[in-house]
């Protein structure tokens, strides 16, 4: 299980091994746009990794590509597709934040 600081929102959710960073958000009551549902097709679940980045696996090609489509910065991550197994500060993308209908 990894502590994530959800820096925008001033808590710590738990992931545990093999969930996605975005299930917890979730989870906690946090919200946070994910349009394609988790499946790492859209960005809009983006994170900027602010502390731990060292930790995590680098993203794979599929990943790398969404972000790179949408233009996201270099310290840019998917929520859903990023499961740490060590403590990170991160920052939702502001992007990612819940867009009023």
Request: hydrophobic share 35%; charged share 25%.
């Amino acid at each position: 299980m990894a502590q994530v600081a959800i820096r925008d929102y001033g808590v710590d959710v738990e992931v545990n091994e093999g969930q996605s960073l975005l299930s917890s958000i979730l989870e906690a009551g946090l919200e946070i746009v994910h349009e394609c549902g988790g499946n790492g097709r859209c960005g809009t679940c983006s994170v900027i990794v602010l502390e731990g980045a060292e930790t995590l696996t680098p993203p794979n090609f599929p990943e790398q590509e969404v972000l790179r489509l949408r233009r996201k910065a270099e310290d840019a991550r998917l929520s859903c597709r990023l499961c740490p197994s060590a403590p990170i500060t991160v920052q939702i993308h502001r992007e990612a934040h819940h867009r009023s209908s």
